[in-house]
């Protein structure tokens, strides 16, 4: 399981409106998509974050998904209203089923918490270890 949270995403809306984040929020499910496989499941948890569910993927084959993802997050520039170009980043935290826990609630908690860690420790990273 990974969750994603779009980094400052409120200045995007703040300084272009809700249109451009609407047209950001498409953009980055996009790139989330072309990043998975098509029996994964990705669905918005929030605002501006993302639930990643990835079936039978171990710890590092995950973490190489959530990184490879961000990677192309950070590289790319979304067109938004008036041909305006914007850059978005994202932080990622990660959580195994058994490892991390057993529920959909346990691993939520373990996501959410290294999502977190990954914003304050400058946002823009994928934290997936199993030891906070």
């Given amino acids: 399981m990974i969750l994603v949270d779009l980094d400052d995403f409120k200045k995007v809306n703040d300084t272009y409106g809700h249109h451009s984040g609407d ?16 029996y ?3 669905g918005r948890y929030g605002g501006e974050e993302f639930l990643i569910i990835l079936p039978e993927v ?7 998904v959530a990184e490879r993802i961000r990677q192309e997050i950070e590289g790319s520039e979304v067109e938004i209203v008036n041909k305006q170009k914007v850059r978005i980043t ?5 959580a195994c089923y058994d490892a ?3 529920s959909a609630d346990d691993l939520l908690l373990k996501a959410d918490a290294r999502m977190y860690k990954a914003k304050r420790a400058g946002k823009n990273m994928v934290v997936f270890e199993q030891d906070e």
């Fill in 58 to 64: 171990d710890r590092l084959s995950a973490k190489v």
């Fill in 100 to 102: 991390d826990g057993e």
């Fill in 90 to 94: 994202a932080s990622f935290g990660g």
């Fill in 23 to 38: 047209i950001v929020l498409k953009a980055i499910v996009g790139m989330i998509m072309c990043g998975i496989r098509e």
């Fill in 40 to 42: 994964d499941v990705v």
